[in-house]
């Protein structure tokens, strides 16, 4: 079955980015299809490179990366929420007049339409949020 | 329909909400969410009464990780990620109460 997740809440909030994560490894393992991780609102937050927990502590961020690309996923951060919140890849830095860049690897951004497409290809849309 | 439900009903109407306007189905309590099963609870007349119209689960390493793994109400059943996964893939639709 395919499957597509949408994280609307940032990490080290409440509990969603977690949740969402374990939700995502569980739908791998059981041989399903993730046609789509989207992240939007404060759920942009999740890709930035820059996030540094302390060593003891989950690193929210580069474990998403590692996810993605162990499984080949598209991890897709809402432009329009990433703008908001300082989230800038190479083509928004640019386009913005921004002087750096820190999407973590692993994720793109892009638009709304690609939730609208994960929604219409895949079987099922799991919400994680706050 | 699933009904996800990751807020304390002590705490946001989620799970209320749920009550209040859905036909029946399956309410699958995650995160905060897990409260709702406490055994003892204030709310746990209201699961019961509710079971006659639903079917609970709790998500485990959330009542674990509130020390709650053991005083879960008799009727909802305990599951892991493996079986969100299969509830989601089991129902048609799923709604996420945020």
Request: hydrophobic letters at 40%; glycine letters at 6%.
């Given at each position: 079955m395919k499957?597509?997740?949408?994280?609307?809440?940032?990490?080290?909030?409440?509990?969603?980015?977690?949740?969402?994560?374990?939700?995502?490894?569980?739908?791998?393992?059981?041989?399903?299809e993730i046609f789509r991780i989207f992240f939007y609102h404060d759920g942009v937050n999740n890709a930035t490179r820059l996030t540094t927990p302390p060593q003891d502590d989950r690193n929210i961020v580069s474990r998403w990366s590692k996810l993605a690309q162990e499984n080949n996923l598209d991890l897709v951060v809402c432009v329009a929420a990433a703008?908001?919140?300082?989230?800038?890849?190479e083509g928004e830095m640019k386009r913005n007049g921004k002087d750096a860049t820190n999407l973590a690897p692993g994720f793109r951004i892009s638009g709304l339409g690609q939730l609208i497409e994960a929604g219409i290809q895949s079987d099922r849309l799991v919400v994680f949020g706050d | 329909m699933l009904h996800i439900v990751n807020k304390s009903p002590y705490d946001r109407p989620a799970l209320n909400s749920v009550l209040a306007t859905a036909e029946g189905g399956t309410i699958l309590l995650i995160e905060d969410g897990v409260f709702a099963a406490v055994k003892g609870g204030a709310e746990e007349a209201k699961v019961k009464a509710a079971m006659a119209k639903f079917k609970f689960y709790a998500l485990q390493s959330d009542l674990e990780a509130r020390g709650?793994?053991?005083?879960?109400?008799?009727?909802?059943?305990?599951?892991?990620?493996a079986g969100?996964?299969?509830?989601?893939?089991?129902?048609?639709?799923?709604?996420?109460?945020?």
């Open positions: 499957f597509s997740i949408l994280v609307n809440e940032g990490p080290y909030t409440h509990e969603a980015s977690d949740t969402a994560y374990q939700f995502a490894k569980a739908v791998l393992a059981k041989g399903h703008q908001r919140r300082g989230i800038v890849d | 709650m793994a053991d005083r879960v109400i008799d009727g909802v059943t305990v599951t892991d990620y969100f996964v299969d509830l989601v893939a089991e129902h048609k639709t799923c709604q996420s109460w945020l």
